[in-house]
């Protein structure tokens, strides 16, 4: 099979003007060093005044830049720099402390501090609350829990209860910690 194209004999041929009005128009001269770059002489004048200005131009990577930023703030995984468990204030004589992985019971570990003093040296994290019994001083009682380790499946995670003496439930929260990383709870007695 073959196709052909029928010519039409009403076609309009249009001139072009001639090479040597378009050569004239061009600034070809020794005092323009850039012989790659070729002006027109209308617009050589314009762009003369446009260079004196001091251009100023947008970075297309501030806009990812932002975001960015935007997400780091955002973000809940940043494990390294610990979490503030919260605060309360209780007329007991003293609280219990229990904690447990709430994840995958992976061999997480942590060190429990009382007011900068090491309560516990090293708390194997089970499915099963552990703890133990706080006595309680006047005033502040900052409870510290520093990651050991992130077990097999990083990050360090539990889950935190605390009861008073009259094992009523007074704080219950959770923590996700880097290596080194802690969760501070405050008790205050009154």
Known sequence: MSYSQIENSKRKIELLPPTSAAIK??????????????KKKEESKTTSKRLDKKETFLNPGDIYLKKLNREEKK?????????????????????NILCRDFE????????????????????????????????????????????????????????????DDANSLISSNQWNLSTGAKATFIVVKK
């Open 25 to 38: 128009k061009l600034d070809i001269t020794p005092r323009n060093p850039n012989y790659f770059s070729i």
């Open 104 to 163: 995958y019971i992976d061999g997480d570990r942590v060190r429990i501090t009382v007011n900068d003093s090491i309560v516990i040296y090293n708390l194997y994290l089970e499915s099963s609350f552990s703890g133990f019994k706080l006595p309680l001083t006047t005033g502040f009682n900052k409870i510290d829990f520093i990651a050991l380790n992130q077990g097999s499946s990083g990050p360090n995670t539990a889950e935190l209860r605390v009861f």
């Open 75 to 95: 973000k809940p995984n940043n494990y390294n720099k610990g979490e503030y468990l919260g605060d309360v204030s209780t007329g007991s004589s003293y609280v």
